[in-house]
Each structure stands twice: as C-alpha cells, then as structure tokens.
C-alpha cells in the first residue's frame, strides 16, 4: 500500500492528520455542545450544524479559485492553518453566547476552506508526474487514512477532556441532564421530570441537593466549560500540521515554477475541457447525496447513540471504545498483514509477528482492567468510522491491487456506484435495529434502548462505501480536472459536499416528528436513486477517466 510513492504524500499525509484530529475532536461533540449550552432542540442545532458544515465544504471553492488564480497553493493552505487555529482558540473561551460560538464556527469554516481543497490539489499535483500516475487511486487511499487517524483519536480526546474537567468540579457526566436543567430554568417541568432531576442531580453528586437551582448552575458551568475545554485541544492538535507544513513544504511541488518552466500543461481543448467538465458535475450532483446520508453520523446517528443505545457494555464490547485497546487491535492487525504478505521479508515477517503478539497481549491488558459494566459516553461512537478506515485501507486497497493484476479492477466511477449502494445497506441495517424504538417525542429515560452493535455494524458497512467512493471521487476529480481549474474543481467536490451537508437538518427535523425506522428509509431511498443515476450515466464517466 505504502511502496513506491513519493515523500510528498507524507508531508501531505500528517499535516491532513493534524487537521482533521482538530476537525473530528470538535465535530464529534459539537451537536452536544449546542443542546446542552444552549438549550437548543436537535432540528435547531441540526440547523446550525448543518450551516457549518455546509460552509466548511462550500468555502473550498473558494479556497479553489484563490489558489488557481494566484497558483500559490502553498501559500493558501498556510493562511488556512493559521485561520482555523484562531477559530478553535476563540471556541475554547468559555462564557459567550450563540452569536459567538457561531461567529468561531465560521471563523474555523474559512480556515478550512483555504485549507482541505487545496491540499487535496497538491496530492493530485504530485500525480500528475507519469511515473507515479498508476498509483493515484492508491495514494488518494493512504492520504485519506491519514484524515482518519487523526479522527479516531479526537473523540477520546474530547470526551477523556470533557469528563476529566466535569470530575474536577465535583460531579460525574450525565447527558439527560442538561436538558432537565434548561426545562427547571423555564418553568417547564414534568411531575416525573422533576423527579428525575433530583434523583439524577443526587447520582451524579454523590449527595443530597438542598438547592436544586444553585446546583443546576454549578453543574451547567462545569458540563459546557469541560467543552469548550474539549475545544482547546483541537486548537492545539493544529499546531502540529502547523509545524509539518512549515518544514516540509518544500518537499511538494510548486504549480507556479512548472508552468513558468514549461514542465506543466496548462491548457486543454475547449471540446475536451467541457466533456471534463461535465463529467465531474454529474459526479457531484450524485456525491451530494451521499454526503446528506454519511454526515448525519455527527448528527441524527448521534441523537441515536446518546437517545436509544445503551451506555454501558461489558468488558469484550469495551475493548472497542477503549482508545487503547483499540489501538492495540489495529497494531495487531497490521503486524497479521506484514507477517502474512507475499512480498514481506524474512525480517518484516519476524516484526509482524511480534507487532501481533504485542496487540494481542496489549487489548488482554487493558480487558483484564475492565469491569463487568463499562459506562462510555455517546460520542465514542465517532471513533469506530475512523478506526475502520485504518484497518480496511489496505484490505480495500489490496483488494483494488490485485484486481488490477487481473486486469479486473472496477474504473473509478463504478467504484463510487457500489459506495452508494452500500451506504443504502448500511442504513437498513440501522433501520431493522430501529422498528422496536420510541419515537423521540415520547421517550422517557425509562424508553427501550438497542445494544451497541446496530450503530457498529452500521458505522462498518458504511465506512466500505466511504472507501469505495470518497478517496476514489478525490482521486476522479483529480485525474479528469483540466489543469488550469484543478484547485476550483476540488473546490467544486467539496462544494457538492457542502450542498450534502446544508440538506443533514432534514435528519434532525424528521428525528423529532416521525418514527426513528421512518428516518433511515428516507436515507436508504435517497441513496439508491443516486446509485441508480450514477450507473445510468457509467458510459459517459469511463469515457473520460
């Protein structure tokens, strides 16, 4: 997977990493943090969230044509980190309201914006040399596990900051509260509702409450204060990438010195810029759906973790939200792949061997320090997409590998067809999970909850499709952009992503007024209409790719 790239890809691959360890650290609680400081419902905070998301992406076009005009990609992507590093530093500040937090969200977005688009540009940039052409799908592969690396770590991150600070204040984390609390504050209280906040209040205390409204303040300062915690160390995670780009970007090409040098087409025919063209928008207008289905995993999929899954498992299930474990599970994983592969050495053989001895013995470790009930929080949910990605990276691209020497790999836009089917299976399965459920407007803290392996085996199935087509579409747009617009046409992907993410409020708008069941069927359609377009228009796609 690794063999034969160029050192470009690293420099890319870390500074990505460190990005997205911020990104991910923040996206995987954000919807929490506008619920619980704010007091907002999930259609209002799925509202805002989707707004930002949307900007995130939508803001890469122009990021695009900034670099495309100036061809100072490099100097783009530096203004980016320098611009989400002030936004995650004003998300740290504890105390402000709404039009604040809001205003740090857009901050971030812009940041990103100069940032993602154009760094994916590059990559495509150190591809376009022919001798490393065959390797552009592959590579797109590496680069985009490095985006998730960094996002396995940052729910732990967030959620271990969050419950550390909490604790520090005297209390234990408890997600019902806050919106127990926001009710007591406006008067609006249930019988039962109050009852559930003293008895609740007391748990988490570890004492009697006298004055329950001075005591909800308390705990309210502590929970959203532990965020904006949360939110300081994904600035600070920033500074890494920070740091690998300033230098190593020497390292990557420079767009600007080629053309002048004449070592760089820049130009195309009218007749093939426009088939291109066309091409890559058909692509979006397909992605766009795509994106509106996979994100609500930091939105309504995360109303369902915190709302209708259980929050404690047993020791086997936990070595899967412990970081830890975890992470000795993908060492050991990969010491399996070193030790069975064809090509590996005598030594690299050895080195797997022991790498899988040293998971095994490491995930046993950490199981024997469990306990026979292991309460996590709903955000560690966030990490399983990441973690599958490491794992199933080099499966997927083996798998693409040795199709290829067979002369049977699938072409690119047939690769994204069969991620769009797969993201309609992942959500039936989150759909048969989901027939028993109370609709939220009825649930109580009493309401049936679903074990753990609906959102897992849901988060698997979908993390193949995201294989199949997000690192494949960043490697489409890539191949097929004319190279004068190659940085507005990764733009223009990511614009159609942010098109997809300024739709995820639907998700949080039906999750309050129709059955849980009803929600996923929508996605399951709107899924299978794109892959019924996108294989319709397949001819058209191979043609120019």
């Known amino acids: 997977m690794f063999k034969g790239h160029p050192k470009g890809l690293y420099v890319a691959f870390f500074a990505n990493m460190g990005e997205r360890f911020g990104f991910y650290t923040m996206m995987g609680i954000l919807v929490y943090y506008l619920t619980a400081k704010y007091g907002l419902s999930p259609t209002k905070a799925g509202s805002i969230y989707s707004v930002f998301y949307a900007s995130i992406y939508g803001l890469a076009l122009l990021g695009g044509i900034i670099a495309d005009r100036t061809k100072n990609y490099k100097g783009v992507i530096f203004i980016g980190l320098v611009t989400m590093l002030a936004g995650y530093l004003l998300m740290s500040i504890p105390g402000f309201g709404l039009t604040f937090t809001v205003i740090a969200l857009f901050v971030i977005a812009l940041g990103n914006g100069l940032f993602k688009g154009n760094l994916q540009a590059i990559v495509g940039q150190i591809y376009d040399d022919k001798k490393y052409q065959h390797l552009r799908d592959s590579a797109f592969s590496v680069f985009y596990m490095g985006i998730n690396i960094g996002a396995l770590f940052a729910p732990h991150a967030a959620a271990g900051t969050i419950n550390w600070f909490i604790h520090k204040q005297g209390f234990e984390r408890n997600d019902i509260l806050p919106s127990l609390i926001h009710k007591l504050n406006a008067g609006a209280l249930t019988g039962k509702e109050a009852d559930d906040l003293k008895r609740i209040s007391e748990q988490v205390t570890g004492h009697h409450i006298a004055d329950l409204a001075a005591w909800a303040e308390q705990y309210m300062h502590a929970y ?133 001895a040293g998971g095994v013995l490491g995930a046993y470790y950490r199981y024997s320090d469990f306990a026979p009930v292991n309460p996590f929080s709903p955000e560690l949910f966030q990490p399983f997409n990441p973690a599958f990605i490491v794992i199933l990276t080099p499966v997927i691209v083996g798998l693409f590998g040795w199709l290829r020497n067979r002369n049977a790999e699938p072409k690119t836009p047939m690769k994204i067809g069969i991620g769009m089917i797969l993201t309609s299976v992942a959500f039936l399965v989150l759909l048969i999970g989901s027939l028993h459920l109370t609709p939220f407007r009825e649930l109580t803290p009493e309401s049936p909850r679903v074990g753990v ?53 639907v998700g949080s708008f039906l999750y309050e007024r129709i059955q849980i069941w009803q929600v996923w069927l929508v996605f399951i359609v709107l899924t299978l209409i794109a892959a019924g377009f996108i294989f319709s228009i397949m001819k058209k796609l191979n043609k120019v790719s």
């Open 224 to 356: 959203n204060t532990g965020f904006n915690m949360a939110f300081g160390v994904a600035g600070l995670t920033m500074i890494v990438s920070f740091l690998v780009w300033i230098f190593f970007k020497n390292i990557l090409p420079d767009v600007k010195k080629q053309e002048e040098s004449g070592d760089r087409v820049v130009e195309m025919s009218k007749e093939e810029t426009r088939q291109r063209l066309t091409a890559l928008f058909l692509v979006f207008a397909v992605v766009i759906f795509f994106w509106m289905s996979f994100h609500q995993n930091g939105l309504t999929m995360s109303f369902f973790a915190r709302d209708y899954t259980v929050q404690e498992v047993g020791p086997t299930a936990y070595l899967f939200f412990d970081v830890w474990s975890l992470v000795a599970i993908i060492v050991g994983f990969y010491g399996l792949l070193m030790a069975i592969g064809k090509e590996s050495t005598g030594s690299q053989r050895l080195i797997g061997s022991l790498l899988v």
């Open 453 to 505: 392996q609906w959102l897992i085996s849901t988060y698997f199935i979908l993390t193949i499709a995201e294989l199949f087509l997000s690192p494949m579409g960043i490697s489409f747009v890539s191949k097929v952009s004319p190279p004068k617009y190659q940085g507005i046409m990764q733009g223009a992907w990511l614009g159609a992503t942010a098109v997809g993410n300024l739709f995820l409020g």
